[in-house]
């Protein structure tokens, strides 16, 4: 399974594709940040990003889609604008009929470090470790978008399987 993650935000959005399933080992495809600039109208910063995530989607390709689940912050502006950026991702992968998920930043955080309250050096650490990568991906938003892509693999990724094989079977979930 190809995963892209999502990690969303108007100035840096991560994004990872990882390729992988349970048990087995994960291999790092592509890792990088979508950037717009602060100083462009809200409008144009959405056009940028959804141009730089459709443009990935061509280049790589993914089975799902992993979107980390917007939660409160005391910044009601950040708020604002990580939902824009994370509904843009929502959109550019149901656009293509892919699976899209959207996983917390714990469920991520635990996934990859086994800690839901683990810090952004333990989580890009174990991200290095589990994509048996040379040096950490950097900044965090890649790291960050590649645990998602990472814990959709190892969670969601399974039940999406089960589900497939259900529909192929003849029987819904019940």
């Known amino acids: 399974m190809r995963v ?6 108007l100035t840096r959005c991560g994004v ?12 790092l495809v592509s890792v990088g940040v ?23 989607l061509d280049a790589v390709h993914p089975d799902a889609v992993a979107v980390e689940r917007v939660f409160s912050q005391h910044n009601v502006t950040t708020v604002i604008g990580t939902a824009q950026a994370g ?24 996934a ?11 989580v ?5 470790r589990l994509l048996r990568l040379d040096a950490p991906p950097k900044p965090a938003d890649a790291a960050d978008a590649l645990a998602l892509a990472i814990c959709h693999v190892w969670r969601g990724g399974a039940q999406a399987r089960i589900e497939a ?9 019940q």
């Open 34 to 56: 979508i950037r717009t600039s602060p100083g462009d109208e809200i409008g144009v910063r959405l056009i940028g990003l959804e141009r730089g995530l459709e443009e990935l």
């Open 112 to 122: 990859v470090t086994g800690n839901g309250r683990a810090d952004k050096a333990q």
């Open 87 to 110: 509904a843009i991702a929502i959109a550019c992968g149901a656009r293509r009929g892919l699976p899209v998920a959207l996983h917390t930043p714990s469920e991520a955080k635990a």
């Open 124 to 128: 890009t650490a174990m991200v290095t």
């Open 16 to 27: 990872g594709v990882v390729d992988g399933a349970p048990g087995a080992p994960l291999k």
């Open 4 to 9: 892209l993650g999502v990690d969303p935000g």
């Open 165 to 173: 094989a259900r529909i192929r079977q003849g029987r819904t979930r």
